[in-house]
């Protein structure tokens, strides 16, 4: 089955950019989705087909997608940023297609 | 304005079946391309995901949980119905449903439901 590997945990000052990577064999080749997730809240998409963002969502997130490596990028990041973050593929590579999710991400901002 | 309750109960017994129900507005199931699917999180985890039915009634499943799993709606009462057999401990989580988009991305989540596993 397809694995998405995302590191556990990611910290930036405020003001900076946070940088949150999302691997996969060839995930070039696929749709890839990010979702924020604060505590107690359902996820809420912010990236979706690699690089758009919903409406309502700010320019400060963008996202990224080649190779092996997809990366959502937060610019500018603020307090109100902390949270978990998520990567999300349809894998139709296998016999059994299906969403992957990552492991998720912690961004703390210090 | 599209969105998505989640309900049923709240605590299951290890072995029982649980049925959970996703009542939802402001999208019809039945408009081509639409989907509604099951996500959960388990206390501290990340997600998983679960099922996924179209508006076609095509249904896709996890693989490590398929046989364990039931995907169905009832386009009349814009509900989608997720059974789950054999429940265990490790089941507790809270359960999300969500709209998909055309590239699989699920754009509007219901608020979760946390189910418990305990005798």
């Known amino acids: 089955s397809y694995v998405l590997t995302q590191p556990p945990s990611v910290s930036v000052a405020p003001g900076q950019t946070a940088r949150i990577t999302c691997g996969g064999n060839n995930i070039g080749s696929k749709s890839v989705h990010w979702y924020q997730q604060k505590p107690g809240q359902a996820p809420v998409l912010v990236v979706y087909?690699?690089?758009d963002r919903p409406s309502g969502i700010p320019e400060r997130f963008s996202g990224s997608n080649s190779g092996n490596t997809a990366t959502l990028t937060i610019s500018r990041v603020e307090a109100g940023d902390e949270a978990d973050y998520y990567c999300?593929?349809?894998?139709?590579?296998?016999?059994?297609?299906?969403?992957?999710f990552g492991g998720g991400t912690k961004l703390t901002v210090l | 304005q599209i969105t998505l309750k989640e309900s049923g109960p709240t605590l299951v017994k290890p072995t029982q079946t649980l049925t959970l129900t996703c009542t939802f507005s402001g999208f019809s199931l039945s408009t081509s391309g639409v989907g509604v699917g099951w996500i959960r999180q388990p206390p501290g985890k990340a997600l998983e995901w679960l099922a996924l039915?179209?508006?076609?009634?095509?249904?896709r499943y996890s693989p490590s949980l398929k046989s364990r799993l039931t995907i169905t709606k009832d386009t009349s009462k814009n509900q989608v119905v997720l059974t789950m057999t054999n429940m265990d401990p490790v089941d507790t989580a809270t359960y999300y449903c969500a709209r998909t988009g055309a590239t699989w991305d699920f754009q509007h989540w219901g608020q979760g439901t946390l189910v418990t596993v305990s005798s």
């Open positions: 999300q593929v349809w894998d139709s590579s296998s016999d059994h297609p299906g969403v992957v």
């Open positions: 039915i179209y508006w076609n009634d095509d249904k």
């Open positions: 087909d690699d690089s």
